[in-house]
């Protein structure tokens, strides 16, 4: 994390438009998850659906984007829970450098 990558008390970037990979890398390494392609896809879908709606998903509406855009597999909250456990919406704002979900504990 860069001095441009000012974070929250719960570790979620201030300012989205400061994200970058090392920011998803540094996160994931605190998280203890390695990144894969399938990781980076939700990361990526997570970001997108920000840039279309304006706000960070909860997990409802991120599983609908999900399936929307990568396909039905990828859109189920089960495939989303084993990759990124045990909140995934919450963990894949953070990943993506959004804010944190109005719905997350």
């Not at 390695?34 to 997108?48: C, G, N, P, Q, V």
């Not at 920000?50 to 960070?56: A, E, K, V």
Request: hydrophobic letters at 40%.
């Amino acid at each position: 994390m860069t001095d441009h990558q000012a974070t929250d008390e719960e570790g979620f970037l201030i300012d989205p438009e400061s994200w970058d990979q090392d920011f998803a890398r540094q996160v994931a390494r605190e998280e203890n998850i390695s990144l894969d392609a399938e990781h980076w896809a939700l990361i990526h879908a997570t970001r997108a659906f920000y840039l279309q709606y304006g706000f960070s998903p909860s997990m409802r509406p991120l599983v609908q984007f999900v399936g929307t855009t990568l396909g039905p597999e990828q859109g189920r909250s089960v495939h989303l829970m084993r990759l990124f456990p045990p909140s995934p919406a919450r963990l894949l704002s953070r990943l993506a450098g959004l804010h944190k979900p109005k719905n997350c504990l």
